[in-house]
């Protein structure tokens, strides 16, 4: 889903229809003039989609475009993406963009490649990458790692000889447009859509929950768990340690009988955290400390100019 937002004019025709129907020849001069034959594809893209429409009948210059509930959910990934690029560390990029089409293939490739999952648990050099993930080949690591930086998804660390790059708070906040997608594509396209992996969970958890956002009282042990997909479900997930409103610790290593535990499966996680709402997870302890958790860790990835984000 994102690779798809990636393309030009995509997501500005998602936008548009988002604030009213229009016709082809409103939606041209809204979207600046793009060729007619360009929009027509993009509008036949996201119509197989299932996320706009047609609507009204006769000439064919009096027929709307308008979003579906498909495309209105399409829309919350949109503005989740918007938001993250707009804090992006170099300056603001603009949704469309030649750059946002870079940032935006760069964070897949760091996704899919497991990178950020590994840099979520300690800085690394690019040869310990080349000993951690073995399917990809050093040239390949290369690149991606490439991208990663150029992009600002990881930065160098100060006087980092032995592990030079670290995930940048950028890159941790990148879990907000992955987890609208994700949740977009459990709905809308479950027949093709990946299936959430232990490591996908883990990831997750491990790039978001440190930089929580919580009030500087908190204290405590949480544990963040979700039964993965497929027929032999396990436990993904993370204990946290917080001390005044600090994540200190967060780790991939569960607890059998924590004290305090948020647990869900992969469409409640998803839905707690596009939507800010913790309801459909089991909690367990105190229930107190784990719905400020969450509601911390959304709060971190949807957040635009430190206020409550887009897709709350």
């Given at each position: 889903m994102l690779s798809l937002l990636a393309r030009p004019l995509n997501c500005h025709v998602v936008e548009a229809l988002g604030r009213r129907p229009m016709r082809l020849g409103e939606l041209l001069k809204e979207l600046g003039g793009p060729s007619q034959s360009t929009l027509r594809g993009r509008l036949a893209d996201l119509a197989a989609l299932g996320a706009t429409a047609k609507r009204g009948g006769g000439m064919p210059y009096a027929v709307e475009n308008e979003l579906t509930d498909v495309g209105r959910d399409l829309l919350r990934v949109v503005e989740a993406l918007a938001a993250w690029l707009s804090r992006a560390p170099a300056g603001p990029i603009p949704l469309g963009s030649v750059a946002a089409k870079g940032a935006i293939k760069a964070l897949v490739g760091g996704w899919e490649s497991t990178m950020l999952r590994v840099f979520a648990a300690r800085p690394l050099s690019l040869t310990q990458l080349d000993r951690?993930?073995?399917?990809?080949?050093?040239?390949?690591?290369?690149?991606?790692?490439?991208?990663?930086?150029?992009?600002?998804?990881?930065?160098?660390?100060?006087?980092?000889?032995r592990a030079p790059y670290a995930v940048s708070r950028w890159g941790r906040e990148a879990v907000g447009p992955i987890s609208a997608a994700a949740r977009f594509e459990r709905i809308h396209m479950s027949e093709t859509a990946a299936r959430l992996t232990p490591i996908d969970v883990e990831a997750a958890f491990l790039l978001a929950t440190p930089i929580a956002k919580l009030p500087p009282h908190t204290d405590g042990f949480c544990q963040l768990a979700a039964a993965t997909d497929g027929e032999s479900q396990r436990l993904a997930g993370v204990n946290v340690a917080i001390d005044r409103g600090e994540v200190v610790e967060c780790v991939a290593r569960l607890d059998p009988m924590p004290r305090n535990r948020a647990l869900g499966d992969a469409g409640a996680w998803l839905h707690a955290m596009v939507f800010r709402d913790p309801s459909p997870l089991r909690i367990t302890g105190d229930l107190d400390l784990s719905h400020r958790l969450v509601v911390g860790v959304h709060d971190a990835l949807f957040s635009s100019n430190g206020k409550e984000g887009q897709a709350s």
């Open positions: 951690l993930i073995a399917p990809l080949s050093y040239p390949a690591l290369e690149r991606r790692l490439s991208a990663l930086r150029a992009t600002g998804l990881v930065e160098p660390v100060p006087n980092g000889a």
